[in-house]
């Protein structure tokens, strides 16, 4: 066994990154404050100490700048990783993401297929109001040629980033910035993947199964406890990657529980859920006991003081499970 | 930051822009007597007051949010005299497009304090419904737009409104604020050229204060100086020391009455610093050195119209003393008053998306209530 540490999230992405420019020469960062300052939340905290500022490099304020930058820095054969200081302000980035990154290796017939890994805290709870809550993931997910994924707790973080680094195409990484420090688990320090594109079942269960994907997670299983307190048992699938995304560990699942209720941040219309539920439901529909199902955040702008409103939480997790047991 | 040359008109702009000096103000408060008219003695006392009272409330809500009372707060401590000063040169319907760090601006255009702490505090009585993060501020009757996080989106809206205000025979000017940071935003870029390219009438007014959070301003650019770009993009930009109030009023009188005279854009870059913490998430002690703050509280701009003040034989120290008290009472006053009125009502949350909320939003709250009757069958009032 290798030696662990008990270590927060923003402690293993940390490491991952560390752990990549060593073994990686090719490899640099780029982003808003991201240098001498470590990131406003620290995720690159020391990195350019280590590896100088050509590789650890402060960027002027402005995405597209950075997203373009990265991927003309890719095309001469350097491997960024850009971090976008919120989820939020990726939008000023989204044509170089969505038009240039996403779409180079299938314009080009794969004669050139620039690798960037953008890194973003994401997420409500931290009362950041419209500008620094939202979870955009679903504007990325429906763009082909890129992946989008997300931690959960500090071991999937260090790994799936390690993971996203080395895979040849455009990762989208978002970072549950609520439970950055929040979260606190064992990591090996050792160098280590968690493949991307396949689903982690973080509790077993039979009555009814809950997907989530990020600051969700830990939300669900909070949930599968109290309602265990209830008498239900239920099982909570860490999605982990959306795109692609692993539809078929859900679909055994559901095959099983008869029962599933998608959770996310992000509005409900058009979310990540709605595609889950459609992508399941062909294989699933002969064992449903109830209808497929949906908590999103509401289709408004996040809000500020009314926010514990929209956050969908363990509570009210409990009250579709209930209503979808009892269907 | 560079910039002490003794004109602040640069490159091929001279020709359009009359010469404005960078700085008016002496070291032991005189001016030049051709300067003195450019502002009575009754304006000094309110503008005085003004920049006393921005910063009695920027230390109160600094405090608040340490105690937990306030989600987030920014100061604008050191750069008031250009946030004053540039709002000083408007008429009382020429919008202001502001970022995060103007409140002087708000508070000369007597936006009145009760409203801008019902927003900071988000409650019930905020004209913007609780919606936003504290100092993201929007006062319609006062021309204030709405306050926008993402740096630089209101470049271009000030370009439009000007084009909007030509169009329309009202005569207003645009003011638009922002940071040196986000003079390296496409937006920034993109309104600097549309206003060139429609010769909008607008201003637009660049707080270079030194760092954008932790970056420093010569890692934004390697350009000597911000305002030479007005020129690439075919109007006068000037640089100004942004903490001498008459030198901010002198340029930024012009550039209003040179934009409201059809006379086109102007970009004013005017050298401040952020005396404080970028926002009460930052922690500078990380990037700059204590007494680099401390080096330029010699450069204070309340300190320094203050000495321009007693030249003139006005505010005495007395006078001084007293109105910090009376802030300071007023404010704590207000504080208990808007701390007390309940957060905005739950329906709030589904209003205003659209005008009327769809099929979706509806079914969404009617559930969410269904939720609320079960769970707190007393809290909520169903709308
Ligand atoms: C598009 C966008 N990217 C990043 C941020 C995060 N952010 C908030 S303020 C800021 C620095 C702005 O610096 P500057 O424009 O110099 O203004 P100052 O804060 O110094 O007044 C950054 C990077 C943001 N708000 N918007």
Redesign the pocket.
């Known amino acids: 066994m290798s030696e662990s540490k008990s270590m927060n999230m923003i402690g293993a992405l940390n490491q991952a990154l560390d752990l990549y420019l060593e073994r990686e020469t090719n490899a640099v960062i780029l982003g808003?404050?991201v240098g001498h300052f470590g990131g406003v939340f620290r995720v690159t905290a020391g990195l350019q100490e280590k590896y100088g500022v050509e590789r650890v490099m402060d960027a002027p304020?402005a995405?597209a700048g950075i997203a373009g930058m990265a991927v003309g820095m890719a095309l001469g054969g350097l491997e960024p990783i850009i971090e976008i200081?919120?989820a939020d302000?990726i939008f000023?980035a989204i044509d170089q993401i969505v038009n240039e990154l996403a779409k180079y290796r299938y314009r080009s017939g794969a004669q050139y297929a620039p690798k960037v890994v953008v890194r973003t805290p994401y997420g409500g709870g931290i009362r950041g109001g419209h500008?620094h809550s939202q979870s955009p993931e679903a504007h990325f997910v429906h763009t082909p040629g890129l992946r989008v994924v997300f931690p959960s707790n500090p071991y999937m973080a260090k790994g799936l980033l390690l993971a996203a680094l080395e895979c040849p195409d455009p990762v989208i990484f978002f970072e549950p910035k609520r439970i950055y420090r929040a979260s606190q688990g064992d990591v090996p320090l050792e160098y280590y993947t968690v493949p991307l594109d396949r689903a982690w079942t973080m509790r077993h269960g039979e009555d009814a199964t809950l997907v989530a994907w990020g600051a969700m997670v830990p939300i669900c299983l909070e949930a599968a406890a109290l309602a265990e307190g209830e008498g239900y048992d239920i099982e909570v699938i860490d999605l982990a990657s959306l795109a692609p995304y692993d539809s078929a560990t859900v679909e055994r699942s559901v095959t099983r529980t008869g029962r599933l209720l998608v959770v996310h941040e992000a509005p409900q219309t058009c979310g990540f859920g709605a595609e889950l539920v459609a992508g399941v439901q062909d294989v699933v529909f002969p064992y449903l006991e109830a209808p497929l199902r949906r908590l999103g955040g509401f289709d408004t702008p996040f809000p500020y003081t009314l926010e514990s409103h929209y956050m969908p939480s363990a509570d009210r997790i409990l009250f579709e499970l209930r209503e979808l047991i009892d269907y | 930051m560079s910039g002490s040359a003794d004109t602040a008109s640069v490159g091929a702009t001279k020709a359009e822009f009359p010469e404005v000096p960078f700085a008016i103000l002496n070291a032991d408060g005189s001016c030049d007597p051709e300067y003195r008219e450019l502002i009575d003695d009754a304006d000094v006392v309110r503008v005085l007051q003004t920049l006393w009272l921005n910063r009695v409330i920027d230390q109160r809500f600094l405090k608040l949010q340490r105690q937990g009372r306030l989600g987030f707060y920014m100061t604008s401590t050191g750069e008031e005299a250009t946030t004053i000063g540039a709002a000083y040169c408007l008429r009382d319907d020429d919008p202001i497009f502001l970022?995060y760090?103007e409140l002087g601006a708000l508070l000369w255009r007597g936006v009145p304090l009760e409203m801008l702490m019902n927003q900071l505090i988000g409650n019930g009585q905020d004209v913007n419904k609780g919606r936003q993060m504290p100092i993201h501020f929007c006062f319609r009757d006062w021309a204030v737009p709405s306050i926008s996080?993402?740096?630089?989106t209101q470049l271009p809206h000030a370009c439009g409104f000007g084009y909007a205000s030509r169009l329309r025979g009202t005569a207003q000017v645009p003011l638009a604020f922002?940071?040196?940071?986000?003079a390296s935003?496409g937006d920034f870029h993109t309104a600097l050229n549309f206003a060139g390219v429609f010769r909008t009438p607008c201003v637009f007014v660049i707080?270079n204060?030194g760092?954008?959070?932790s970056t420093p301003e010569s890692q934004q650019t390697a350009s000597e100086s911000l305002a030479i770009r007005a020129s690439g993009y075919g109007f006068p930009g000037i640089r100004i020391d942004g903490n001498d109030f008459l030198a901010v009023i002198n340029a930024m009188g012009q550039a209003v009455e040179r934009a409201r005279g059809g006379g086109g854009p102007t970009l004013v870059e005017a050298l401040t610093y952020?005396i404080g913490a970028?926002s009460t998430a930052d922690d500078p002690s990380v990037y700059r050195s204590a007494d680099e703050p401390e080096r330029w509280r010699a450069l204070d701009p309340l300190e320094r119209l203050t000495a321009h003040a007693r030249w003139r034989g006005l505010f005495s120290e007395e006078d001084e003393r007293a109105w910090r008290e009376s802030c300071e009472a007023r404010i704590s006053a207000l504080v208990t008053a808007c701390e007390a009125w309940p957060p905005p009502p739950l329906e709030t949350l589904f209003q205003d998306v659209l005008r009327d909320p769809g099929l979706q939003l509806r079914r969404q709250r009617d559930r969410y209530l269904a939720y609320l009757r079960v769970r707190e069958p007393d809290a909520h009032e169903v709308p």
């Open positions: 808003e404050d304020l995405e200081q919120f302000f000023p500008y | 970022t760090r996080s993402p740096v630089g922002l940071g040196e940071g986000t935003q707080r204060n760092y954008a959070i952020r970028h």
